[in-house]
């Protein structure tokens, strides 16, 4: 299944660029070349690179349509929508350090090419400069800044409970459920919902869209778990069973681990294995998670939070090519291509 | 000679303390374990420990007393000294883990109990916990806000700076002085006016206040440039001379490395050496940095901050106990103790 990518995203990152550039002009010398290698805006010889910087521009996406909804213009949505792109970038930052990651839109990671050290200065200034240009835009940034930063905290929260997860055999699917809605979801509600709060518009439309948000960014978790399993490596960018490979807890692996069947218990069994898992036990584990009912549950639970998302909706008051605009983001984000 | 620790900097402790361990509070637990740690709420095993946190409290103390040149009482400036030591120790966090420091406050280093992973996360929860609680406290804890979230951003440059300078071997006095005073005045001089903002005082007095704080910061910082050479190992707990083993271009250094001196030629030569320096060495190398006018030139530099620091203060309008007490937080903090 292909799923084409919605116009409004590319019209996102044509509006946003400029500001997130603009933002990211401000820091200082040492601080400003990495942080314009990580967002695209220059190669590692700190030479521009035109294009307007890497990434999907999703939440910028999600932020200008989030003002559309209340009736403004887009324009208008461009701070808190690169304000929400530089919090994506700041955790994108630290945690390609924290997980170690050395790759990231097809170019070596940040701490791979500066230092672990300037990347995680880079990550704290956008973090700063985030809230920075949100409070130069008084009254309603204000409160656009607090549900950002509200974001950030449930996304340092899930951050945590992720780096915990990893030191624990017993995490449930409840306990990752909840990370991925921090880690994942919070900044999806936010990018839904900060427009509305930044134009001034009514609290009831904030928060459909921020309910829709969170279900989307569930879903869009859940899928990219699958993915991460079941994934063609051309479109997820890495090898067949990586996921696996790095033993990594996701959700459908806790699903079939706490499945209480047999191909559960052989499933822990292998990846208890001290040693690296060989290809062929990669492909055994990867049957196994199907085996015990990891695969179907997780992708009606991602089904079940995409029709959630796309209630809330259905029950807001808005435009209704905004509407439609919204749901096709939803829909492409959560499709699941293998 | 010996000074002694100003009487309001406990009292700033036992003021801000429960606010602090109240906003750490909020954390999700695994972020929470690691900041209430490195702050000194808890032990690596979570015990509580009693006595209200580790550090001086010497920001705290400074926007209290800030509070108190506006007229207010300070207990209305709780909020504002626990958000300049909750970006405080956001930057401890952070740069312990770049400068690669084990030790803090006579306790292992953060990212040495829990991973940098875990380390890095508590340094952004804190850091979003500063903004959160000012911009809970409209309309002046806006302003606030945006204070220190531009002294975050000087703290960052002047990071960012420094850890640059550890790559080159032309820095210049200049430079490192505007590097101190991104990372250490900045905050200082956010601390010495927030409570000024924070309750709505003159904007002429904040000026003064932010001046006399970014003057004491320099010398302040000058004077731990002096001390990491010569100061007794009882009073900087690190042993003598850690800083020119460590090859620090500290600015006594890069003083005597650009004055154009014999002793300045041979400390180039000595400090290029490939080996890590014998103790004799360390000794000669602390000799060359004094030969070649390192010491005086600081020194002096040091005391001129501290008296702009003082003239500063004396031409603010505030009450008398106030400014005196001012006057000896800054006395104490650029003693220089050996």
Redesign the interface.
């Known amino acids: 299944m292909t799923v084409t990518m919605p116009a409004g995203v590319q019209t996102a990152r044509d509006l946003t660029g400029p500001a997130i550039a603009g933002a990211v002009g401000?820091?200082?010398p040492?601080?400003q070349t990495v942080a314009a290698y990580h967002l695209g805006l220059a190669d590692a010889h700190g030479m521009p690179v035109s294009g307007g910087g890497a990434g999907k521009a999703l939440r910028p996406a999600l932020a200008l349509l989030s003002v559309r909804a209340a009736g403004a213009a887009p324009e208008r949505g461009v701070v808190p929508a690169a304000a929400v792109e530089l919090v994506h970038n700041?955790s994108l930052l630290?945690d390609d350090?924290?997980?170690g990651d050395t790759e990231r839109r097809h170019q070596p990671t940040a701490w791979t090419v500066y230092?672990?050290?300037?990347a995680?200065?880079a990550?704290?200034?956008l973090?700063?400069?985030a809230?920075?240009i949100l409070?130069?835009n008084?009254p309603y940034g204000?409160w656009a800044?607090?549900c950002l930063?509200?974001a950030?905290?449930r996304l340092?929260?899930g951050?945590?409970?992720d780096?915990?997860f990893e030191r624990r055999d017993d995490v449930a699917v409840d306990e990752c459920l909840d990370m991925a809605g921090?880690k994942t979801a919070a900044l999806m509600a936010c990018a839904c919902s900060i427009g509305v709060i930044y134009v001034g518009g009514s609290a009831s439309l904030a928060m459909s869209l921020s309910g829709f948000g969170a279900h989307a960014g569930l879903s869009f978790q859940l899928v990219d778990d699958l993915l991460g399993i079941w994934g063609a490596p051309a479109i997820t960018g890495k090898p067949v069973g990586s996921d696996l490979r790095a033993r990594k807890k996701s959700v459908p692996v806790v699903a079939a681990l706490t499945s209480d069947t047999t191909a559960g218990r052989e499933l822990a069994e292998l990846l208890a294995k001290p040693e690296p898992l060989t290809e062929d036990e990669v492909g055994d584990a990867t049957a196994l998670v199907e085996a015990a009912g990891g695969k179907e549950q997780i992708e009606t639970m991602a089904d079940a939070e995409l029709a959630s998302a796309l209630g809330c909706l259905a029950e807001a008051d808005m435009p209704e090519d905004v509407r439609a605009e919204f749901a096709a983001i939803a829909e492409f984000i959560t499709a699941r291509q293998w």
Do not use: C, K, N
């Open positions: 401000r820091l200082s040492a601080v700041f630290h350090i924290m997980d230092g672990v050290g300037a995680i200065l990550g704290d200034a973090l700063a400069l809230q920075d409070l130069e008084p204000v800044a607090r930063s509200a950030v905290q340092i929260a951050q945590g409970a780096l915990a921090d």
